[in-house]
């Protein structure tokens, strides 16, 4: 699987949906400078990770792809619950990222500000393609642990006598 950009999927959202994201974006960047007002930037940034637009994007992500089964004539239940399950995997992924991110950043920025952001930017991606990847890794041999298994037969392992 190759990792890409789909920008057709901006097609499928309404304009209220977007708006939805971007209110709660914003509420969340409030929050944030209201924190780091009362208790300083340490603190503050503590909650920069805060996940205001992830639940409005899973619920929606969820929405999208039951609408497109029912559209084919099926029912999708299920396929919008696993399409906001690998979505929230694809987050936290990415979270690991930011942690990398925050690392490399904190510990370049006092030399100097912008090559700090550019080191701490390919530190996320790499290691967030790097999370990625043992992910599915993972994911791959267990799939294929179970196939075998299977293959076995319900009574593989089982001592005849």
Known sequence: MIVKLSVSALKEGHWYEYLIRFMLGGAATVFTGLIS???GAAVGGL????????C???????KHEEQRK??????GHRRGQEAAALDA???ALGSIGLLGFALVFSLLVKRQA???????LIAWCMISIAAWRAWR?????????????SARGPTAGIAHR
Do not use: D, K, V
């Not at 912008?114 to 701490?120: D, E, K, V």
């Open 37 to 39: 007002s009362a208790f």
């Open 47 to 54: 909650f920069l990770a805060l996940p205001a637009i992830f």
């Open 56 to 62: 409005a994007s899973a619920t929606l992500i969820e």
């Open 70 to 75: 029912h559209r084919a004539g099926l029912r």
């Open 89 to 91: 995997a694809g987050a």
């Open 114 to 120: 912008p090559i700090a952001f550019i080191a701490a």
């Open 137 to 149: 890794y993972l994911r791959q041999a267990g799939r294929r642990r179970t196939s075998a298994r």
